[in-house]
């Protein structure tokens, strides 16, 4: 009966969306924005939307956040709106763009005189979409049926952000993707070059509560398809011993741990109070780049917005073969292209980060900055802009 009254719901409000669409009017001057589905404000369109605000759009245009939990602290003059309600898809239904950095509810229409901007979040280092050979992701478990709702998905998007030509073509490929491709790098990456300077700097860790005096490891590892809880939440399970990470290191560095924005799980933090700060979904990565002396990652795309800085990044790869050959698989040589040490274990990562000679990794991380950041240049937010103006 349950199952029944779910699907009779979600019946009725497909129904409500369409028949929105079918009569209210799109509005010329409405742009709705969200970042995750709902769950944060960050990434390329918050940095989008700032953009905008800074230069003034946000008094001539209609501007939209939605929400999925509580509202943001937000500038400028928009409305924040919760995702799912039914002001959500009034909204959703007459905005004239679209600007989203993943996949929306497939049963949403994008309408003929909609611009779907869909931004992205990564550079792909693992495999994506159509050039997976099997899935195992919460609720999916047909590679065939996760195959074809995403090509029905990407078959809603306009343009498609691209950080460098290196993801334009593996996009074209792994989504089916065939309408406009803007490679102009990435917006939240603009802040990379506006804001990295000591003063900047200082005033993050400042306004982020973090301290002065010690440098700082930003550790950011990517999500697992298959650690996820009876209750379909992702976990943060990683191979390391932040224990002894405090030990070895705590005298000199504190540590921020950065989960994927998948990852929901609630990790009690306090046995390492002062040297792990750990930051939730509501903050921005890039800030984090801006704050960290250091990267720890594994496969995760982080890596190629902070290659930017031209800061040490180490790659803690606990659960290299398992990853690349059950999981995902990598697009490229991965030990090959690293532009710092690769380690298996947590006593690999501090000897890494103890022994670092950034001499070793000059020429990979040379080659790594200009096949994967030749486009950032700090104006990506503008160029998205210029083609937004172009249709209100």
Not at 131 to 159: G, L, P, Q
Not at 250 to 273: C, F, R
Not at 283 to 300: H, N, P, Q
């Amino acid at each position: 009966m349950g199952k029944l009254l779910h699907k009779t719901a979600k019946g009725a409000v497909v129904l409500l969306y369409r028949l929105m669409c079918a009569v209210l009017p799109v509005k010329k001057n409405r742009v709705v924005f969200d970042s995750s589905v709902g769950k944060n404000y960050a990434g390329n369109p918050r940095h989008i939307y700032e953009y905008l605000v800074a230069n003034g759009y946000d008094m001539r245009w209609d501007c939209i956040w939605f929400y999925e939990r509580e509202r943001y602290d937000i500038p400028g003059m928009s409305r924040q709106v919760r995702f799912g309600r039914l002001r959500y898809l009034y909204y959703m239904a007459t905005a004239r763009i679209w600007v989203f950095d993943s996949r929306q509810p497939e049963f949403l229409i994008r309408r003929r005189d909609t611009l779907y901007i869909q931004t992205w979040h990564g550079t792909p280092l693992k495999k994506l979409a159509l050039d997976m050979e099997d899935v195992f992701m919460v609720r999916e478990s047909d590679i065939d049926a996760y195959k074809k709702h995403f090509v029905r998905n990407v078959e809603t998007w306009d343009c498609l952000i691209s950080q460098n030509p290196f993801s334009s073509e593996i996009f074209r490929r792994a989504f089916a993707f065939k309408k406009e491709i803007l490679e102009i790098g990435y917006p939240r990456n603009d802040i990379l070059f506006r804001e990295n300077t000591p003063e900047a700097i200082r005033r993050y860790r400042r306004e982020l509560g973090l301290p002065q005096d010690k440098k700082i490891i930003l550790y950011a590892p990517t999500w697992r398809d298959d650690e996820y809880s009876a209750d379909d939440r992702y976990e943060f399970r990683p191979k390391i011993s932040f224990s002894k990470m405090q030990e070895e290191l705590g005298n000199e560095y504190v540590m921020i741990v950065k989960y994927h924005y998948l990852i929901m799980d609630a990790v009690d933090w306090s046995p390492y109070k002062g040297f792990i700060y750990h930051f939730d979904q509501s903050s921005d990565i890039a800030e984090l780049f801006l704050v960290s002396d250091i990267l720890v990652t594994d496969y995760s795309s982080v890596m190629f917005d902070y290659s930017i800085l031209q800061r040490p990044m180490f790659f803690y790869a606990y659960d290299f073969y398992k990853y690349k050959d059950e999981l995902r698989g990598f697009y490229f040589d991965y030990h090959g292209e690293m532009p710092g040490p690769v380690s298996y274990d947590t006593e690999g990562l501090i000897a890494d980060i103890r022994s670092y000679d950034s001499s070793e990794y000059e020429e990979k991380y040379r080659r790594f900055r200009e096949k994967y950041n030749s486009v950032d240049d700090g104006r990506a937010s503008a160029r998205v802009l210029e083609r937004m103006a172009r249709l209100m």
